[in-house]
């Protein structure tokens, strides 16, 4: 029987708030999460870990009926992020002058997972100032 670990444990240090685009058509790179001296000074491995993006609530006044709020998750092997990788995209659309619900996305890092991750917002046309609410990523051990 395979009994699958529980990833809660969480480090403030290895979690990034990052405040939603100000404006339409804008882009929000969040603060880098360095996994390189951080998690081989615990001795933990990237297998054991997961990455999780928490996503604001944002009312129909930030993103109205049918425009996006598009997040994306990139790895880097530098902190300036001159050549990043996408390893996954999220689009969350405003629906019935709701706006768009707070979500969670929560994956196992890749075995290849290169050493800085970072979450990246980009508001879509017609989209107004969510910079009152921010976005989290985290590692969970």
């Known amino acids: 029987m395979t009994v699958r670990a529980s990833h809660s444990l969480r480090d403030a240090n290895l979690r990034k708030s990052d405040a939603m685009p100000a404006a339409a058509a804008t882009t929000v790179n969040g603060t880098a999460i360095d996994q390189g001296s951080a998690l081989t000074a615990r001795g933990a491995r990237l297998a054991d870990c997961e990455l999780q993006l928490t996503m604001p609530a944002l009312t129909a006044t930030m993103v109205p009926d049918t425009k996006t709020m598009t997040y994306s998750i990139e790895m880097a092997s530098d902190v ?16 019935e002058s709701a706006g768009v619900a707070a ?36 590692l969970l051990f």
Do not use: H
């Open 103 to 138: 979500d969670t996305f929560r994956q196992k890092l890749p075995t290849n997972c290169l050493r800085y991750v970072r979450a990246k917002a980009v508001s879509g046309a017609n989209c107004t100032d969510a910079s009152s609410v921010s976005m989290v990523l985290e």
């Open 80 to 95: 300036a992020f001159s050549s990043p990788t996408t390893l996954w995209n999220l689009v969350k659309t405003g629906a």
